[in-house]
């Protein structure tokens, strides 16, 4: 297996800098997030490719797909510990999560649960794509995070896997205590082959570092106290020697027990929320998730590569009830105000197909030319389930967008230059609707059919005058739509018609970026600055306990630096990473285009330290980490720095241990070594005085696993 360093390097593949090793200087790698066969240092992009061995280990630490990409890419937010992703940003942005290029996020009503739709028992790989772009279409304003599953059986015969996993909290309380059981078959003889698996996975509560449970979110949801299940199929047939065909099936579901409830904490004295037993009303908070992809891929037709997909996705997100009911579901013809319980939830629906062909240009063998058309059609509704009633009403989605894209190789192989072009042509269908009562008394919302067309341009240039020595400039462009089911669900005044509401205007945010890459002997060393802007940017807003939008101009600046290097030690690596962010927006209602505060914690991350030291030698490997998140505060209006809602810093350090015997991996990992107790991000920055949800961060845990290949 290879594994790399996981730097930022615009240009070369970059992966986990804890197992950086050196792969030889003629690795080539290709990653499929960026629709090509050409590897990456042949591309103006910044990439990070999280190699399976490093994810295994991210992942016996942190518990998800979502926790591995945090931990290592210090850009991205930390995480919220929680089933609900809201907040957590990529470059300040929010990513794109997809599974070998399925979209997962649901643009026009986004549930912040596209984080948690596959088991990482059954994905490869994950390819990070930083910056605004559109080579996965919608919703790639800070990033693309592919999920690459598992390839398909290497040899003929059968072949598999297993784990046994366990994990407890620092006291090993029974209701901490948590388990997982996977299992995955292959099967290839001659041109067919097939691979399925089944994974269940037990969670149990959270604790803090003082040892108190870490309190429940009863209507976003929780990865503690649930269950998942989760069952994954991938067949195959060889057409021919570059041919083949790939059908994909994957079904995820995580639910919360129900079995604990919410005791308020105590801000002005740093006391957290905390979980009780009791049972919460309603139905406990579910995320559910089916995908299924068709793919045919042919590396050699007419001396080009051909790929034709065909995709469905759909996901279901139950949010928990309170046990005080909800304001925002209050209405006096149905009950008593203050009376009335009700719960959302989130259905989406999407399918579409993506086509492309490559290859070089016949007598220009320098020159390779991309051209591709993708179309996606997207339905979310969101539903109030205990009463019948429609928050969002069915909102529909279709996109058609041609590109081309070209890279040209000169000075042989020392100079790149690439560009591209995306056209996309949208439409969006809302139907008349009424808002709920609780928006002003509920009003007939005429409904319409927004279109809207833009041009989206990408381009770079890398220089590598000298092996290991490289040096880029690159442009990109990304589009997403605003959560258009948090805008028509919120309006609250007559007379509003959907085709004429510009809130429903799309983003195109861009991405500027600068950097320097050095590999040379023992040393991986990177630097890249980059700067976007979106001049109708999108913001969460937190009014009256619900988050709506508001659109406003939106600037963010950062610096990433990242060195990794080799030890006389033999199998010793040591590793850091720092990412500085600012983030900047318009804030008035003068009608004047300008910034004048800054973006706050549901926005934008903080300042981030990594450190890391790895060793892998024989049997035996180890990785030890430290994340430093850099205190901080916002100016909320202009001059003024309001100090509820800064940030003040906290640190975890992280242990994992692993030793290969002939009957299977061994692996003890351990989350927050030295048992921190810290008030997490999302909570300081952006609900410090609410103390229903005033939470903590998880203290010490344990993970023990073993797995075994076949």
């Known amino acids: 297996m290879i594994r790399h360093s996981m730097l930022v390097l615009p240009l070369s593949l970059c992966a986990c800098p804890a197992f950086a090793q050196d792969t030889g200087p003629e690795e080539r790698i290709v990653v499929t997030a960026a629709r090509t066969v050409l590897p990456i240092n042949a591309l103006p992009l910044t990439v990070d490719v999280i190699d399976n061995a490093a994810l295994n280990q991210q992942v016996a630490i942190g518990g998800s797909i979502v926790d591995a990409v945090s931990a290592l890419t210090p850009s991205f937010s930390p995480t919220r510990q929680k089933l609900s992703g809201a907040g957590e940003t990529l470059r300040g942005r929010s990513p794109l999560y997809a599974i070998n290029g399925i979209p997962q996020t649901a643009p026009l009503r986004d549930g912040a649960r596209d984080g948690f739709s596959i088991d990482p028992f059954f994905v490869d790989r994950i390819e990070v794509i930083y910056g605004s772009n559109a080579l996965q279409g919608i919703g790639g304003t800070g990033g693309i995070v592919n999920q690459v599953t598992v390839g398909p059986p290497q040899h003929d015969g059968l072949s598999g896997r297993v784990l046994v996993q366990g994990?407890?909290?620092?006291?090993?309380?029974?209701?901490g205590i948590g388990g997982k059981l996977a299992g995955l078959i292959g099967w290839r003889q001659g041109q067919v082959d097939a691979t399925v698996g089944a994974v269940f996975e037990k969670r149990g509560v959270f604790y803090d570092g003082h040892g108190g449970r870490v309190g429940t979110d009863l209507t976003q949801g929780e990865t503690q106290d649930s269950r998942s299940w989760s069952v994954f199929g991938r067949f195959g047939y060889a057409v021919s020697d570059t041919a083949r065909l790939d059908l994909m099936i994957n079904r995820f579901q995580l639910k919360g027990e129900g079995d604990y409830v919410a005791i308020e904490g105590d801000h002005t004295n740093d006391v957290p929320t905390t979980s009780v037993r009791g049972t919460p009303p309603g139905v406990p908070a579910t995320n559910r998730?089916?995908?299924?992809?068709?793919?045919?891929?042919?590396?050699?037709?007419?001396?080009?590569?051909?790929?034709?997909?065909?995709?469905?996705?759909?996901s279901r997100d139950t949010y928990g009830g309170?046990?005080?009911p909800i304001a925002t579901f209050q209405d006096a013809a149905l009950a008593p105000i203050g009376t009335l319980f009700d719960q959302s939830q989130n259905r989406s629906r999407k399918y579409g197909g993506k086509f492309s062909y490559e290859r070089k240009i016949?007598?220009?063998?320098?020159?390779?030319?991309?051209?591709?058309?993708?179309?996606?059609y997207d339905k979310t509704e969101q539903r109030l389930i205990a009463t019948d009633r429609s928050w969002v009403p069915p909102t529909e989605y279709r996109s058609l967008a041609p590109f081309a894209q070209a890279n040209l190789a000169l000075l042989d192989d020392k100079l790149h230059l690439a560009g591209g072009v995306r056209y996309e042509d949208v439409q969006i269908k809302i139907a008349d609707y009424r808002t709920l009562a609780s928006y002003g008394g509920g009003f007939a919302v005429s409904g319409g059919t927004p279109k809207f067309s833009d041009t989206l341009f990408n381009g770079g240039v890398i220089l590598e005058p000298w092996k290991g020595?490289?040096?880029?400039?690159?442009?990109?462009?990304?589009?997403?739509?605003?959560?258009?089911?948090?805008?028509?669900?919120?309006?609250?005044?007559?007379?509003?018609?959907?085709?004429?509401?510009?809130?429903?205007?799309?983003?195109?945010?861009?991405?500027?970026?600068?950097?320097?890459?050095?590999?040379?002997?023992?040393?991986?060393?990177?630097?890249?600055?980059?700067?976007?802007?979106?001049?109708?940017?999108s913001l969460l807003v937190q009014s009256g306990g619900v988050f709506e939008v508001q659109r406003q101009r939106v600037e963010i600046q950062g610096l990433e630096i990242n060195l990794s290097a080799r030890t006389p030690v033999p199998g010793l690596t040591l590793s850091a990473g720092y990412a500085h962010l600012i983030g900047r927006t318009d804030g008035?209602?003068?009608g004047i285009e300008k910034v004048d505060r800054d973006l706050d914690g549901a926005n934008i991350s903080p300042d981030r330290l990594n450190l890391a030291a790895s060793y892998r030698r024989g049997a035996v490997s180890a990785r030890v980490q430290t994340q430093f998140f850099l205190s901080r505060k916002f100016e909320r209006t202009p001059g003024n720095y309001d100090d509820t809602y800064s940030f003040g810093g906290y640190n975890v350090t992280d242990l994992s241990l692993r030793y290969d015997t002939p009957f299977g991996g061994l692996t003890l990992a351990a989350q927050n070594v030295f048992d921190a107790f810290y008030i997490d991000y999302y909570t300081q920055t952006v609900r410090p005085t609410d103390d229903d949800h005033y939470f903590a961060g998880r203290g010490r845990n344990f993970t023990l696993g073993w797995n075994y290949r076949f």
């Open 322 to 324: 309170e046990v005080d």
């Open 362 to 376: 016949p007598g220009l063998e320098a020159l390779t030319a991309t051209l591709g058309l993708d179309v996606l």
């Open 167 to 175: 994990n407890s909290d620092t006291g090993f309380s029974g209701d």
């Open 289 to 314: 998730t089916e995908s299924a992809a068709l793919t045919y891929t042919d590396t050699n037709l007419w001396g080009g590569n051909l790929t034709l997909q065909a995709f469905f996705n759909r």
């Open 588 to 590: 008035s209602a003068d």
């Open 469 to 537: 020595i490289r040096a880029y400039a690159s442009y990109a462009e990304g589009y997403t739509v605003p959560d258009v089911g948090r805008i028509a669900r919120a309006v609250n005044k007559p007379g509003i018609d959907i085709d004429d509401y510009v809130n429903i205007s799309p983003i195109v945010s861009n991405n500027r970026e600068l950097g320097v890459e050095l590999k040379r002997g023992p040393l991986d060393a990177s630097a890249a600055y980059f700067w976007s802007t979106s001049k109708n940017g």
